[in-house]
């Protein structure tokens, strides 16, 4: 009695099961907005997850950075052109933060994808190489600026910061965060270990980044290393960032806009083209 | 075959026994913690080195006078000694710490735990190693700051036991790190929040005279001071503070260090849950 009460809603449903269309292909515009928007989401949970690693680590850094230099150096270089040292000083090493964390972000995500597996995740959806490329270079860029903004801050306690052109500043940390991420993208996809990746951190970038003139007006330089240092984009960035804050720079700064636009240009195009071939991605 | 003929025989297994120290048993583990450094040389060793080269250029072409003094030297004298023990200390953090984090979270940690090696020995096991790579470090990186001074090390004797304590000091904390540490990110935060910050404010870049006056106190209870100043008189004959009382500081600060990993291996302090 009761088994037959308790069974009661398994039997069978009489209403007959409404006819269905056989799926068809989903459509998209020109953009497929939901997947790029997932992909860039999901690029940004990443770093937030480990916020004391990608977010609060950096402006420490940044913060020891300032201090010590400012401390060891301050009453014993006195001014570089007509500003501190210190006022000198803050731009640059805001501006080493972001390269080093827009590249950080993307160059570990394509990194830890392709060693965990889970690459397919994002070759599989139906997104484009274009939507691709613009979904990681979104979280570059978004973790680029929060970590410049929050090391900005941070140092407004200690630095008299003037902002003598914020377009200039925007300009600047954009096209360089920008040419970070897009190279970061080639890193994680050109290395297969951890160990590449950390090469490429140690001997490329962190040199780059050093000697580009954070610490010194470029025109310190013997003749023929002010040569070579204009032909490092960092330098661009770096001086083309400062001039935004004080006014001055080593170079002119359209002369900086002009090289960071073609280089942006340039390693985007390079981007795409690996993500269209499937370059050590799709093999 | 072997040199336990009982057991072809069909005796009943006895205990194998060990005299004071398992030599084979530490023997193999030193070796395994070295293959792990020595197969990542380019990050270990000649990374490293880069940094130190690049810290000493950036300073060099910031200052534009040569008659600049630090601590009653000229700077960049004063700077190599500190490149030096920076490089040293960074090697020796990482060293125990980033095995015992790998291992615990690839959870290969038993294949160490399980072996006939006492708590004392897993512990000199890992220092032994620490200490190896340090002092590799300690010669790298003062070759390739050699060409920006030209310093020859003042004391010797003194250069390697600064060194060498020094390593021992961050290399017990980097067990105590590691054991602490669930996840890579606790030993990412150790390293940014407490070690980079005692290093960079140890009178690395600048002489502690070069602080103000209420700060220093603090300065000085730093015990990383004491490893920079004792390597930088090992360096240049100069110091900041008496090199015999900085050597007393270091000695006390790893035997405590000492003791306090060797009690959390010892109670097995999330390793054995």
Request: aromatic share 16%; net charge positive.
């Amino acid at each position: 009695m009761s088994d037959v009460t308790e069974n009661q809603h398994l039997k069978p449903i009489d209403t007959p099961v409404p006819a269905v269309a056989p799926p068809r292909v989903r459509q998209f515009g020109a953009v497929n907005w939901r997947g790029l928007w997932t992909l860039y989401h999901r690029e940004v949970k990443r770093f937030f997850k480990v916020f004391t690693q990608t977010l609060a680590a950096p402006v420490v850094t940044t913060l020891l950075f300032y201090t010590i230099f400012t401390v060891a150096l301050q009453s014993r270089v006195g001014t570089v052109g007509t500003v501190s040292f210190t006022v000198f000083l803050a731009p640059g090493l805001i501006m080493m933060t972001i390269l080093q964390n827009s590249f950080a972000n993307t160059s570990s995500s394509m990194m830890t994808s392709k060693i965990q597996g889970n690459i397919v995740d994002v070759l599989m959806p139906p997104i484009s190489p274009l939507e691709m490329l613009c979904g990681f270079l979104g979280g570059g860029l978004t973790r680029g600026f929060i970590v410049g903004i929050s090391a900005t801050l941070a140092m407004m306690v200690f630095v008299d910061f003037t902002f003598h052109n914020p377009a200039i500043i925007l300009f600047f940390a954009f096209t360089a965060s920008t040419m970070m991420a897009l190279l970061g993208m080639i890193g994680g996809i050109w290395a297969e270990k951890f160990d590449h990746m950390a090469a490429i951190t140690n001997f490329i970038v962190v040199p780059l980044s050093f000697l580009s003139g954070t610490f010194y007006s470029i025109d310190r330089l013997p003749e023929i290393w002010q040569t070579v240092a204009h032909l490092n984009p960092f330098f661009y960035v770096i001086d083309g960032f400062r001039y935004g804050f004080i006014g001055q720079g080593d170079a002119p700064f359209w002369l900086g806009a002009l090289v960071m636009v073609t280089v942006d240009v340039v390693l985007f195009l390079v981007v795409h083209r690996m993500l269209v071939t499937g370059y050590k991605l799709k093999s | 075959m072997t040199d336990r003929p009982e057991l072809l025989l069909g005796g009943t297994p006895a205990a194998r026994r060990f005299g004071l120290l398992n030599w084979l048993g530490f023997a193999t583990f030193y070796r395994r913690e070295m293959a792990r450094g020595f197969k990542i040389w380019k990050i270990t060793l000649a990374a490293p080195a880069i940094r130190a080269v690049l810290f000493a250029s950036v300073f060099g072409l910031a200052i534009d006078r040569p008659d600049v003094t630090m601590g009653g030297m000229p700077f960049m004298t004063f700077l190599i000694p500190g490149l030096i023990a920076v490089a040293v200390l960074e090697r020796a953090f990482e060293s125990a710490a980033f095995s015992i984090v790998y291992d615990k979270t690839e959870g290969i940690f038993g294949d160490l735990a399980m072996l006939p090696l006492t708590p004392g020995e897993i512990v000199f096991g890992f220092v032994s190693a620490t200490l190896t790579g340090s002092l590799m470090v300690a010669t790298v990186v003062g070759a390739a700051l050699f060409p920006f001074v030209g310093l020859f090390p003042f004391d010797l004797f003194a250069l390697f036991f600064f060194v060498g304590i020094g390593s021992l000091m961050i290399g017990f904390f980097s067990q105590i790190a590691g054991l602490w540490a669930k996840k890579w990110d606790y030993i990412n935060s150790v390293q940014t929040f407490i070690f980079l910050p005692f290093v960079y404010f140890s009178g690395v870049f600048f002489s502690l005279g070069s602080l103000p006056a209420f700060v220093q106190p603090f300065a000085r209870a730093n015990p990383v001071f004491y490893v920079v100043d004792g390597i930088r008189f090992a360096m240049t004959g100069q110091s900041e503070t008496d090199p015999l009382f900085s050597a007393l500081v270091c000695v006390g600060v790893v035997a405590v260090f000492w003791a306090i990993s060797f009690r959390l291996f010892s109670v097995g302090y999330r390793l054995k849950s």
